[in-house]
């Protein structure tokens, strides 16, 4: 492994501050560059060098940002104006690696989807978005070399959030009903599959794609744990960290936001009916990815955190 020059940007945030320690301790030398810390929990950045600034501020980057010492970029929570930015003025890049998400390539045509799973059109369930920001930063590796690779976690799980649950999004109201034995009601979806990445190992994978910048450049890569497990499991894991003797009720989604008024659809509840079961083996092959843990195993620890922390 050779030292590379690092630049990430969100590193107070929850996986930019991971993949930032990870860096320092695989022997980088790592500049972080954030607005300002973050309010939420966030872990120890010893070793890395912070600059405050925006890095949607085209005079940052330009005069400051530029003029740094660099071989490497990592963009925890990029945008399509980081993409434009970063090509245009951090030439010194030799690797550009920005997070996206799996949620570009809902809904899943085959299981376990891989990375020549069509992302590129609007669906009514995709993040579109991000699918415009990674079809025009792969544009310009193709017709300016703009060294770019695109890491696609799936859903986030682990320390220092709180997990997703089967109302659609993160409240920890779902959570302490679980504990407290409270009657809960969800759609049917104890079927729907389901797969989670760890934070930890997320953030591992971008540093170990440093080790390979020839082979990443211009690629699109899966990274999650190995397999996907139904959210009915997931459900029954949470129930048996909690020791929860709830009752669990289905209901039909429309229902389920009458129960619950704050639930919406749109990027929520219908997201959440959606499979994803993916194959990381790209990520294994070109650089050596290796989860360390599963889903069950990430749930226990997030809910563990939330526990320490006074969440739940």
Not at 64 to 78: C, E, F, G
Not at 96 to 118: I, K, M, Q, W
Request: glycine residues 8%; aromatic residues 10%.
């Amino acid at each position: 492994m050779n030292s590379r020059k690092v630049l990430v940007f969100g590193a107070t945030g929850e996986i930019g501050g991971r993949i930032a320690r990870d860096c320092v301790r695989a022997g980088h030398k790592v500049i972080g560059i954030s607005r300002g810390k973050n309010s939420n929990e966030h872990v120890e950045l010893e070793g890395v060098q912070m600059i405050c600034g925006d890095k949607s501020d085209e005079s940052f980057i330009r005069d400051t940002v530029a003029k740094l010492d660099y071989d490497a970029v990592i963009n925890s929570v990029p945008n399509i104006n980081d993409v434009e930015l970063c090509s245009k003025y951090l030439k010194k890049a030799e690797n550009v690696l920005f997070c996206s998400s799996t949620g570009t390539f809902v809904p899943l045509r085959y299981f376990p989807a891989d990375e020549n799973h069509p992302w590129r059109e609007k669906t009514p369930v995709n993040f579109y978005q991000q699918c415009v920001r990674d079809a025009r930063a792969i544009e310009l590796w193709e017709t300016e070399d703009f060294p770019v690779s695109i890491l696609r976690p799936t859903n986030i799980i682990g320390p220092g959030r709180v997990p997703l649950e089967l109302w659609g999004a993160r409240d920890i109201a779902f959570f302490k009903k679980l504990k407290s034995g409270e009657s809960i009601s969800i759609a049917p979806c104890e079927h729907i599959l389901l797969q989670s990445g760890y934070n930890d190992d997320l953030a591992g994978a971008f540093v170990k794609a440093l080790d390979y910048p020839d082979e990443v450049r211009g690629e699109i890569f899966i990274i999650s744990c190995r397999k996907a497990i139904t959210l009915g499991t997931y459900l029954s894991t949470a129930m048996q960290f909690l020791n929860s003797k709830s009752e669990i009720r289905r209901v039909s989604p429309e229902e389920l936001m009458k129960i619950y008024p704050e639930i919406t659809w749109t990027n929520r509840l219908d997201f959440l009916l959606e499979h994803m079961c993916f194959d990381i083996g790209k990520a294994e092959l070109i650089f050596g990815y290796v989860p360390r843990k599963t889903a069950e195993e990430g749930l226990a620890d997030a809910l563990e955190w939330c526990e320490k922390t006074g969440l739940l």
